[in-house]
């Protein structure tokens, strides 16, 4: 049997050729930030996808992976924000980069910023 995607409705092929429509007819209420909501929804609308059919995709995805279908980690430690940081403080960690990168312990930054994609979802 194939699954495939018609205006909105799921249509299950099955294998004697015979099309049949799955029934819609669960609700799903759940509250979420209204700038959540509204910066998603602007998504899935240039896409042409609304929101009902992104949240059956995300159920189907749950059901498939038999969990969520991403990884949910808490980084080790967060990066330092410098503008929190007083001009000493500041300054010893231009220190600690610099003796890294004296001592070697460096890397591209190709490699770099795929590291930090990777460790904080971006």
Known sequence: MRTLFY??????????????????????????????KEEA?????????PASGAINMFYKQIILHRGLPFELKIPNSMP???????????????????????????KNVN???AEIRKDYGL
Request: charged share 25%.
């Open 41 to 49: 929804e602007t998504i899935l609308s240039t896409l042409g996808i």
């Open 111 to 113: 490699t770099a910023f």
């Open 80 to 106: 330092v924000d410098i503008n929190t940081l007083s001009e000493e403080e500041f300054n010893n960690e231009l220190e600690k980069g610099y003796a890294d990168m004296q001592a070697g312990r460096t």
């Open 7 to 36: 205006n909105k409705y799921e249509l299950k092929l099955l294998v004697k050729g015979e099309f049949y429509m799955a029934t819609k007819s669960a609700n799903l209420y759940a509250r979420i930030e209204p700038n959540v």
